[in-house]
Every structure is written in structure tokens, then in C-alpha cells.
């Protein structure tokens, strides 16, 4: 079975992360101040959550979204779906989301979705991604991710370096699956603050550590 399979399965692992992140990218869009919203999925799969969430919200034609991702497979599925829903405003590029230039065109972004991402890249890259959020984000943006809380739980440390880089937690949410999956929520308080990293790194943010740079596992 392919990973993301799990999705239609609603007793899953992927299946109860997925609604938690549905409903606080539902809230975090909600609670965008009046105007365009900029929402930026890296390593967005097959575009379950942003897809599943616009059609029905009431701020819809206020998002305009970029997915991006790199199996050319999923992001063929998230095109069908985003037209089935008749959502033009939603775009899904087929490139490296490790590499800023495949969607400096989109930032800053409103809402930043790091799903998929943490469970499967070294401690340090996960660091490294944490402290040039500050840079992908407009002051005030929400950022979604995810990373299973299997021992030794990194997330505590995730936790603290969003604090470090200028965010203030929204949420965590601990899902009480075999996978002890999470889902943290947080909200850039001041644009303008010290972060350990001030800068974009100069390289990758991250490296799959299976190489293909697609997600296996939450």
C-alpha cells in the first residue's frame, strides 16, 4: 500500500492528522485580517487538507494558494481535485519544495503548511527549516505542521525553536493514534524579531532522508 493510501482510511493514523490539520487551517484562514489570503503548502502530497477545506470555508475566494510538490503523481491528483472543486485560485507546482526559488513567487505567505515534513528529515534540518520560517511568512502568519511524537519526541525542541525564531503556539495537538501523532499551530507574533537565523539558508532547507523527496510516514 502506498503511503498516502492511509488517507482513505478513516480509522488511520493519516486520516485522524488530516482532519486536525483541516480544522486549523480552517481556523488559521479564518482568522486572516480582510483581503487576499497567501497560502503555501511545501511537500503538499496530494493537496488533501487545502483542497478538502477551501470549497466549503467562507473566506475561499479570498485564499490564493500555491501547493508545492515534488511526485508528479500526486500533484496530478491535487490538480484534478483542486478543478473537481472548481478551485482556480489554487495552483499546484511539480518542484523541490527544499529549495526556496520553486516558490519565492509566493511569499510571503498568510499561511505556511510544514505537513509531512518533520517525521521525515534530520533534527537539524528540521531546526534549520524552523528559524528561516520567520523569512517565508507576513507578520501575523500561521504555520501548520507535523511530526509523530515516537521516542526519542523531538517535538518539545520543535516546540521551543518556533518560540526562539518569534512565533507564539496556537496549539498542539496530541492525536491519540498508534503512530502518536501531533499537529502544532503557530503564529508569527513580530515579523521584525530576533530569530537565531535572520536570513534564508543559503542552500536547502531540508533532505529527505529516502532521497526522493516524498514523504513516507507522518
Known amino acids: 500500500m502506498k ?8 480509522s488511520s493514523s493519516l486520516s485522524s ?5 483541516k480544522l486549523r487551517l ?9 483581503g487576499p489570503v497567501r497560502l503555501l503548502s511545501l511537500c503538499a502530497g496530494q493537496g488533501r487538507d487545502v483542497i478538502g477545506v477551501l470549497p466549503g470555508h467562507r473566506r475561499r475566494d479570498d485564499v490564493r494558494a500555491l501547493l508545492v510538490e515534488y511526485d508528479g503523481r500526486n500533484a ?23 529549495q526556496v526559488g520553486s516558490f519565492e513567487d509566493a511569499l510571503p505567505a498568510d499561511v505556511l503548511l510544514l505537513c509531512g515534513i518533520f517525521g521525515n528529515i534530520s533534527d537539524s534540518d528540521i531546526r534549520r527549516t524552523v528559524y528561516a520560517a520567520p523569512t517565508l511568512c507576513a507578520p501575523g502568519a500561521t504555520v501548520i505542521w507535523t511530526r509523530h511524537r515516537r521516542p526519542p519526541d523531538l517535538t518539545p525542541a ?6 526562539e525564531s518569534g512565533f507564539t503556539e496556537v496549539a498542539f495537538d496530541e492525536l ?9 499551530t503557530h503564529r508569527l507574533a513580530d515579523a521584525q524579531g530576533d530569530p537565531k537565523e535572520a ?3 543559503a542552500g536547502p532547507l531540508f533532505t529527505f532522508r529516502d532521497g ?3 514523504p513516507r510516514q507522518p
Open 158 to 163: 520543535i516546540r521551543e525553536w518556533f518560540a
Open 199 to 201: 536570513a534564508l539558508p
Open 76 to 98: 496530478e491528483f491535487a490538480r484534478r481535485r483542486a478543478a473537481e472543486a472548481d478551485l482556480a485560485q489554487v495552483r499546484i507546482r511539480q518542484a523541490d519544495a527544499s
Open 212 to 214: 526522493d523527496g516524498q
Open 17 to 21: 492528522r488530516l482532519e486536525c490539520v
Open 26 to 34: 480552517g481556523e488559521a484562514i479564518g482568522g486572516c485580517p480582510p
Open 176 to 184: 491519540n493514534t498508534g503512530r502518536m501523532v501531533s499537529v502544532g
Open 3 to 10: 503511503w498516502h493510501q492511509g488517507y482513505d482510511d478513516p
